[in-house]
């Protein structure tokens, strides 16, 4: 017998037997059986298309409200529910997609207004690649105009938006300390996608407008740069921080900076191989004999441009006010150029005078030994004196 048949007979035997259930199952159970069966499956089928019908309002609605989003991650969540639930969805959700796609670019964007530079650069990476994601979840439903907006989007947001945003950034940063983690983010980002040329060269390029010599804070940023992070930025503002070292034009400001920060022997250098005696004369004037550092003041003594005429009162003064202090005289006498400046009849009065207080020193040694032998030689002489008098 057919399953149609049974179908038909169950019915039968059901209407004959008043719709008793448990009769017809006394005398045809296997009817009884394929027909519950039979409503089993439409009731699954019927809970399948109202779940599958519920759910693609929800999206509908989802992609319709998305706008009420409150930030960027609120909204973010929304969309990827939306990129995930597109290929089970249907048509209807593609479609609703496809009419809010401008919506959704711009609400998207305006998030991304007042972040930082660090944070739009992995924004708009995250971005384009939900974007490539929704394109090519899109292609089943065969509607060109979402697929290829959503394609081509993704590359737009980094060629175009996101490189305008470096753009904007650079142009109007300050490059101090607070700069270096955001720069460092643009140079990983362009490393990334290979593009150096485009985004790197013109901010290094945009830096170099900046005053080397006279900008401390372009200084510290230099500074606080690392070759592992920063790469072509740490290279390029390194090495033209260095030509201005051998011999251009840096401010006090700097040098000063710089003798605070454990870089003392590059001062030192710098002032004795400085060219310009117009700049020359100006550090003398804000450093020379400004503080306790004398390597600051032989510096300038060393010198080929001698910008002062009192460089021997000073230098004599020195040896005079320290005379008890050989390590200081000695510093002094052997620093470049003081030969020259004191005079040699000067020099050979000085050193007269060193060795003279060396002698003295010596003396004052040996006298200070030959006392504390005695004094030693005097306690084991009483405590002798004291061993024999208990006996």
């Known amino acids: 017998m057919s399953s149609l048949e049974s179908i038909k007979e169950f019915f039968t035997q059901l209407k004959a037997n ?4 448990m009769q017809v199952y006394s ?9 519950l069966a039979i409503v089993l499956v439409l009731v699954f089928v019927l809970v399948f298309f109202v779940n599958r019908t519920i759910k693609t309002a929800s999206i509908i609605k989802l992609v ?10 609120e909204y973010d969540v929304k969309f990827t529910k ?18 809010r796609k401008d919506d959704i670019l711009n609400k998207k964007l305006e998030f991304l207004k007042d972040l930082n530079i660090k944070e739009k650069i992995e924004k708009y990476e995250q971005i384009s ?27 737009t947001l980094l060629e175009e938006n996101l490189k305008n945003d470096i753009e904007e950034y650079y142009k109007n940063a300050n490059f101090d300390e607070n700069d270096v983690t955001l720069v460092n983010s643009i140079v990983s980002y362009a490393n990334k996608y290979d593009k150096v040329g485009e985004i790197v060269n013109p901010m290094i390029e945009h830096i170099h407008s900046f005053s080397y010599g006279y900008n401390l804070e372009l200084y510290k940023f230099i500074k606080k740069l690392s070759e592992e992070d920063s790469k072509q930025v740490y290279k390029e503002c390194t090495k033209k921080f260095d030509e201005l070292l051998e011999n251009g034009n840096i401010s006090e400001v700097i040098l000063s900076y710089m003798l605070e920060n454990d870089e003392k022997q590059t001062v030192y250098e710098y002032i004795q191989n400085l ?19 004398i390597d600051v003041d032989l510096a300038f003594v060393a010198n080929d441009i001698k910008v002062s ?7 004599d003064n020195q040896l005079t006010s ?12 052997n620093a470049p150029k003081v030969l020259e400046t004191i005079g040699h009849i000067s020099y050979r009065s000085i050193l007269e005078r060193i060795e003279k207080l060396q002698k003295d020193d010596e003396l004052n040694k040996n006298i200070s030994q030959a006392l504390e032998i005695a004094r030693r030689a005097e306690s084991i002489a009483l405590e002798a004196k004291t061993l024999a008098s208990q006996k």
Request: glycine share 2%; no cysteine.
């Open 18 to 21: 008043n719709f008793d259930l």
């Open 27 to 35: 005398t045809n159970p296997d009817g009884v059986y394929l027909v």
């Open 64 to 73: 319709n409200n998305i706008q009420n989003s409150n930030d960027f991650d």
């Open 82 to 99: 939306i990129i995930n639930e597109l290929p089970k969805r249907g048509l209807k959700v593609a479609q609703s997609i496809n009419l």
């Open 129 to 155: 690649s939900k974007y490539k994601k929704l394109s090519k979840n899109s292609q089943k439903y065969n509607i060109e105009e979402l697929s290829s907006f959503f394609d081509e989007k993704a590359e």
């Open 275 to 293: 060219k310009d005696e117009t700049h020359l004369r100006s550090l003398y004037d804000n450093l020379f004999s400004k503080s306790d550092d």
């Open 309 to 315: 005429s009192s460089f021997a009162d000073y230098l």
């Open 322 to 333: 320290n005379w008890k202090d050989l390590a200081y005289i000695d510093h002094i006498m």
